[in-house]
């Protein structure tokens, strides 16, 4: 059974801060993603990272994935308050009909 | 550019009362799954179907019911509601894995109370 572990499940930074979500999942997986969820809203798309070593990068946010680790981060630059919102990885398989398996989420919490 | 719509947003249900929530997308996807979303947590899928006419079983699909008559549209019902199943249900569609890889696309949200 595929799990999808993240960490820090809460996040509390100041403005201008860096800091480092983790995802980590348990079985060989070919696609990661992280969205990301403001309060009440619906899920938007960030990032989609395929193979080993991938990164990509959009505006402060940048993320990578490391396949034999089984590993992804989001790294936070200079954080800002509108990034405030709670972040999910989530992977599936190609076989696996575009089932994907969520992390809890990691709520994340920009103060000035 | 309407993407995936949930109707309704809000509604509140009696213990045993039935009611179905519509998904329509207009993207022309293949998949499209059904989502619950209980606080503190993260998505746990209840149904899903890869195509017109099929449907399968996702994690949690205790007392819920699916459809997927037309392409576009994928109805989840609740036979007879339960509190357990107050929570926030996401509708999302994705291209088949055969054609690149996509992300899933998210609808707003039905939040459903029972009482």
């Known amino acids: 059974e595929l799990k999808v572990e993240q960490n820090p499940l809460f996040l509390s930074m100041q403005e201008g801060k860096n800091y480092t979500i983790y995802c980590n999942y348990s079985?060989?997986?070919?696609?990661l993603y992280w969205y990301r969820q403001d309060p009440g809203k619906s899920l938007e798309s960030l990032f989609v990272?395929?193979?080993?070593?991938a990164v990509k990068q959009e505006g402060r946010l940048m993320a990578s994935l490391d396949t034999k680790a089984r590993l992804s981060t989001l790294h936070i630059t200079a954080a800002v308050h509108d990034l405030s919102a709670t972040y999910f990885c989530?992977?599936?398989?190609?076989?696996?009909?575009?089932?994907?398996?969520f992390g809890d989420g990691t709520t994340l919490t920009v103060k000035p | 550019n309407a993407g995936v719509t949930q109707t309704p947003k809000f509604r509140v249900l009696k213990t045993g009362q039935s009611m179905t929530l519509l998904c329509a997308q207009d993207?022309?996807?293949?998949?499209m799954y059904w989502y619950r979303q209980d606080p503190g947590m993260g998505l746990r899928l209840i149904h899903y179907?890869?195509?017109?006419?099929?449907?399968a079983k996702g994690e949690v699909p205790d007392g819920y019911n699916v459809s997927r008559l037309k392409k576009q549209n994928f109805l989840l019902g609740l036979e007879s509601a339960a509190p357990s199943q107050t929570s926030v249900y996401f509708c999302?569609?994705?291209?088949?894995?055969?054609?690149?890889?996509?992300?899933?696309?998210f609808g707003d949200g039905t939040r459903l109370s029972i009482l």
């Open positions: 999302a569609s994705s291209y088949s894995t055969g054609i690149g890889n996509q992300p899933q696309h």
């Open positions: 990272l395929l193979s080993n070593g």
């Open positions: 079985t060989t997986s070919d696609r």
């Open positions: 179907s890869v195509g017109e006419g099929t449907t």
């Open positions: 989530a992977v599936d398989k190609s076989t696996n009909a575009g089932k994907s398996t």
């Open positions: 993207m022309n996807h293949e998949y």
